[in-house]
């Protein structure tokens, strides 16, 4: 069974920081990009970050680029979300998602998202 | 920024089709997948790469995407179909989703 548990989220002030992880099991790691998106109370999905199968792609949405960082580390199968100078509108709860890959000449991105965590909420209020 | 736009809401009979567009001006070039998220749930992928149904979804939902616009059609819309549907599609190396359709089925 596929399984993606997010932990890490909780209360932080502005511009503090905070890292998230996202635990996986039930499937081969290493062959499947990983995301994260987020969800503000009682609104929509946003993108964030993605990262290729080998971590030597990493893609941003603007509003969180130069802030966050995404890694992930295929022996311990963990996917980590660095979130450093946090403003309150990145007050949402956060999942991973995997999915397969799409490679071109130039660089290698996340496909759709066949499976989601179960997400961690972020709060970021003084 | 590139945008797609969906309508807040659609409201359907139960046993209708309803039907949830998603618009932006590239669409038709590009793949369009869809996700069903209901209250209190993490969203679940229904249709990718336009009109493929993962498994486990059922044959009353499908997709099509032409144009400008891509379609989530649901036949013979049920209770458990009450949800929200987001579109998504890729574009200058970003995600990007629609803002959702609440459905309802009433």
């Known amino acids: 069974e596929v399984q993606l548990l997010e932990s890490g989220g909780g209360l932080v002030q502005p511009g503090g920081s905070l890292t998230l992880s996202c635990a996986v099991s039930?499937?081969?790691?290493?062959?499947?990009?990983m995301n994260w998106v987020r969800q503000a109370p009682g609104k929509g999905l946003e993108w964030v970050s993605g990262v290729s199968k080998s971590g030597a792609y990493t893609h941003y949405a603007d509003s969180v680029r130069g802030r966050f960082t995404i890694s992930r580390d295929n022996s311990k199968n963990t996917l980590s979300l660095q979130m450093n100078s946090l403003r309150a509108e990145d007050t949402a709860v956060y999942f991973c998602?995997?999915?397969?890959?799409?490679?071109?000449?130039?660089?290698?991105?996340?496909?759709?998202?066949?499976?989601w965590g179960q997400g961690t909420l972020v709060t970021v209020s003084s | 920024s590139y945008a797609l736009t969906q309508p807040p809401s659609v409201s359907v009979s139960p046993g209708q089709t309803a039907s949830i567009t998603c618009s932006g001006d590239?669409?038709?070039?590009?793949?369009v997948c869809w996700y069903q998220q209901k209250p209190g749930q993490s969203p679940v992928l229904v249709i990718y790469?336009?009109?493929k149904r993962p498994s486990g979804i059922p044959e009353r939902l499908s997709g099509s995407n032409s144009g400008f616009t891509a379609t989530l059609t649901i036949s013979g819309a049920q209770a458990m179909d009450e949800a929200d549907y987001y579109c998504?599609?890729?574009?200058?190396?970003?995600?990007?989703f629609g803002g959702g359709t609440k459905l309802t089925v009433l």
């Open positions: 790469q336009d009109t």
């Open positions: 039930g499937f081969t790691f290493n062959n499947y990009a």
């Open positions: 590239k669409l038709g070039f590009q793949y």
């Open positions: 998504q599609a890729w574009d200058s190396s970003t995600w990007v």
């Open positions: 998602a995997k999915g397969p890959e799409y490679c071109s000449t130039t660089s290698c991105y996340p496909s759709y998202f066949d499976y």
